[in-house]
């Protein structure tokens, strides 16, 4: 009967042997498993953060350069802008000479004014293009003609269609300063003429 229990035994002993090298060897794998997946986590880590460093420098190279553009535009429209008021102010500055000469003397440098204003190039920053250019089209053949009569006393300016002698509008207010004209064709490539009708 010993001899059965020590026979059981070293059954018993055989399994837990095997047992425990099984999990042993388990466990090595298990290890071994792991050691594998953290090697690749470092590795995919390192590559991710290698391409972030690289995708980061890309960012801020292209946001320099995008800076200085903007920075030389602005340098570029302050230019422009400054000599855009200098021209202007001369313009001003003539008019207003202009302005303060007998009425034939101003009919006939009026027209240097506006070819003057009408040459004045249209900064780059505030040029546009218009969507739909719709014109109105004259029902009236020939040169269209406006007369202004202007009483100081009455406080009134009116305008009348010199082809036909209407009256086409009255402007009313009291006239405290001097009136200036300001001539203006649009984009017409017509020259602005300018005479004195006696009537």
Same mark, same amino acid.
């Given at each position: 009967?010993?001899?059965?229990?020590?026979?059981?035994?070293?059954?018993?002993?055989?399994?837990?042997?095997?047992?425990?090298?099984?999990?042993?060897?388990?466990?090595?794998?298990?290890?071994?498993?792991?050691?594998?997946?953290?090697?690749?986590?470092?590795?995919?880590?390192?590559?991710?953060?290698?391409?972030?460093?690289?995708?980061?420098?890309?960012?801020?190279?292209?946001?320099?350069?995008?800076?200085?553009?903007?920075?030389?535009?602005?340098?570029?429209?302050?230019?422009?802008?400054?000599?855009?008021?200098?021209?202007?102010?001369?313009?001003?500055?003539?008019?207003?000479?202009?302005?303060?000469?007998?009425?034939?003397?101003?009919?006939?440098?009026?027209?240097?004014?506006? @070819?003057?204003?009408?040459?004045?190039?249209?900064?780059?920053? $505030?040029?546009? *293009? %218009? +969507?739909?250019?719709?014109?109105? !089209? &004259?029902?009236?053949?020939?040169?269209?003609?406006?007369?202004?009569?202007?009483?100081?006393?009455?406080?009134?300016?009116?305008?009348?269609?010199?082809? @036909?002698?209407?009256?086409?509008?009255?402007?009313?207010?009291? $006239?405290?300063? *001097? %009136? +200036?004209?300001?001539?203006?064709? !649009? &984009?017409?490539?017509?020259?602005?003429?300018?005479?004195?009708?006696?009537?």
């Amino acid at each position: 009967m010993l001899t059965r229990y020590i026979g059981a035994l070293s059954n018993h002993l055989e399994n837990a042997e095997m047992v425990y090298e099984n999990q042993v060897a388990s466990t090595c794998e298990v290890k071994r498993k792991k050691e594998k997946w953290r090697e690749e986590l470092d590795y995919e880590c390192k590559e991710l953060k290698c391409s972030l460093e690289v995708e980061q420098d890309d960012i801020d190279n292209h946001l320099l350069i995008e800076e200085n553009d903007v920075e030389e535009k602005l340098i570029g429209n302050g230019r422009q802008i400054s000599y855009c008021m200098f021209r202007l102010c001369n313009l001003l500055t003539e008019i207003a000479e202009k302005c303060l000469q007998t009425d034939e003397n101003l009919l006939t440098s009026i027209e240097s004014i506006h @070819n003057t204003y009408e040459n004045l190039e249209t900064l780059a920053i $505030f040029s546009y *293009k %218009l +969507k739909d250019s719709k014109t109105v !089209a &004259s029902r009236t053949p020939g040169e269209q003609k406006i007369g202004v009569f202007l009483d100081y006393e009455l406080g009134a300016v009116s305008f009348y269609n010199l082809n @036909n002698w209407s009256y086409l509008y009255r402007i009313t207010d009291r $006239f405290t300063a *001097k %009136l +200036k004209p300001h001539f203006s064709s !649009a &984009s017409s490539s017509e020259p602005l003429a300018i005479s004195i009708i006696r009537v």
